[in-house]
């Protein structure tokens, strides 16, 4: 089977900064388009930014020149550089990923990871 698994969240002051990770395993044939989401309190989920496997990227108007995605292919890896964080940043953050893997290896399957929490407050 195949898991994401977030690392890097937690509590920061307003204009701080965070680094989220999450990395895919499992037996993992192939990985497209990989992501970030975050839902906050009484809030839908809402895309932060995501990242084809050839690097093009794509970002919310919110985080847009603060926030950084960035992938390491060898290492079935995502990132997410959260600078100048504010108040309105806290949320649960979830990776995101279409996989192909070993039973699934014709289309990509979508996976989450489990969500990391990040707080920002004084």
């Known amino acids: 089977q195949v898991q994401l698994v977030e690392s890097g969240g937690g509590l920061v002051q307003p204009g701080g900064s965070l680094r989220l990770s999450c990395a895919a395993s499992g037996s993992i044939f192939s990985i497209n388009a990989m992501g970030w989401y975050r839902q906050a309190p009484g809030k839908e989920r809402e895309l932060v930014a995501d990242?084809?496997?050839?690097?093009?990227?794509n970002y919310a108007d919110a985080v847009k020149g603060r926030f950084t995605i960035s992938r390491d292919n060898a290492k079935n890896t995502v990132y997410l550089q959260m600078n100048s964080l504010k108040p309105e940043d806290t949320a649960v953050y979830y990776c995101?990923?279409?996989?192909?893997?070993?039973?699934?290896?014709?289309?990509?399957?979508?996976?989450w990871g489990q969500g990391t929490l990040v707080t920002v407050s004084s």
């Open positions: 990242i084809t496997r050839g690097g093009s990227t």
């Open positions: 995101h990923a279409y996989i192909k893997y070993a039973g699934y290896v014709y289309t990509y399957q979508e996976f």
